[in-house]
C-alpha cells in the first residue's frame, strides 16, 4: 500500500501514521520528523526552517521536496509500501510528487484527507508535549508523561513547542486550508481521495480506512 496522509495540524496524522504502520506493515515518512531532526543537528537548513515554522507559515516548496526526494532516492524505504505524512502540502508538491514517484516507480494508491473542525484542533494541540531528546509525543489530558515534565521513553525533557499556541494554531490552520483545496482536488481528480472525520479517535478512523481499503 503507497499512502499520502492529508489533513490540518492537529488532524492526527502523526498518531495515525502509526497505527496505519503497524497494520499495513509499510514504511512511515514524515517530513515533520524530517525537519525537526534538522532543526535539532542546527544545520543551516534546519535554521532557516526554524523561522518559519515558529511564525506560522509554510516552508518552501524546493526545501521540502529537496528532502523527499533526498529519501526515496537513497533509501529502500518504499520497498514494502510507504505512507507519506506532512507532504504534499501544495498543488505544487504534489505535482513533484508525482515526479518523484514516477521515477522510483512506487506510484500513489490513495490520498487520505483527514477533516478536522479548529475546536478540536486547538484542544489537541495546546494540549501537546514534545520530548526535547527523542521527539516523543505527549498531550496533557489524552496521554500525560508519568512524571511532569519527563520523558517515559528516555527521561528528557517535555516541552511545549513555541508553535502549539492557539494565535499560532488559527494561523497555520487558515495556511492549510488555503493550499488544500487544491491538493484535494487534485487527487479526486485522480481518483485517489479518501476522506475520513478526523475529529473521531484514532482508532476508529484506523478501522474506517481499513474497512475503505478491504472494499476497495
Do not use: W
Not at 516548496?61 to 518504499?78: P, Y
Not at 513547542?161 to 494565535?167: I, L, V, Y
Not at 494561523?171 to 486550508?177: A, I, K
Not at 479518501?194 to 480506512?209: C, G, H, N, P
Request: hydrophobic share 35%; glycine share 8%.
Amino acid at each position: 500500500m503507497k499512502l499520502v496522509l492529508l489533513g490540518p495540524p492537529g488532524a492526527g496524522k502523526g498518531t495515525l501514521a502509526n497505527l496505519l504502520k503497524d497494520a499495513l506493515q509499510i514504511s512511515h515518512i514524515s517530513t515533520g520528523d524530517i525537519l525537526r531532526e534538522e532543526m535539532k543537528n542546527k544545520t543551516s537548513l534546519g535554521q532557516e526552517v526554524k523561522q518559519y515554522i515558529e511564525g506560522g507559515k509554510l516552508v518552501p516548496d524546493e526545501v521540502v521536496t529537496k528532502l523527499i526526494e533526498s529519501r526515496f532516492s537513497s533509501n529502500n524505504i518504499a520497498a514494502n509500501g510507504y505512507m507519506l505524512d506532512g507532504y504534499p502540502r501544495t498543488k505544487k508538491q504534489a505535482e513533484d510528487l508525482d515526479r518523484i514517484l514516477g521515477d522510483s516507480g512506487k506510484l500513489l494508491d490513495y490520498a487520505i484527507y483527514l477533516e478536522s473542525s479548529l475546536p478540536v484542533i486547538i484542544q489537541r494541540l495546546t494540549g501537546r508535549r514534545v520530548c526535547r531528546n527523542c521527539g516523543a509525543l505527549f498531550h496533557i489530558k489524552n496521554k500525560p508523561p508519568r512524571e511532569e515534565g519527563v520523558c517515559d521513553v528516555c527521561k528528557g525533557e517535555v516541552y511545549q513547542r513555541a508553535d502549539d499556541n492557539e494565535e499560532t494554531i488559527k494561523t497555520r490552520m487558515d495556511v492549510y486550508l488555503k493550499n488544500a483545496k487544491p491538493i484535494v482536488d487534485y487527487y479526486q481528480a485522480q481518483g485517489k481521495l479518501k476522506e475520513v472525520d478526523a475529529d473521531k479517535s484514532s482508532q476508529e478512523v484506523l478501522k474506517i480506512l481499513m474497512s475503505m481499503f478491504d472494499a476497495s
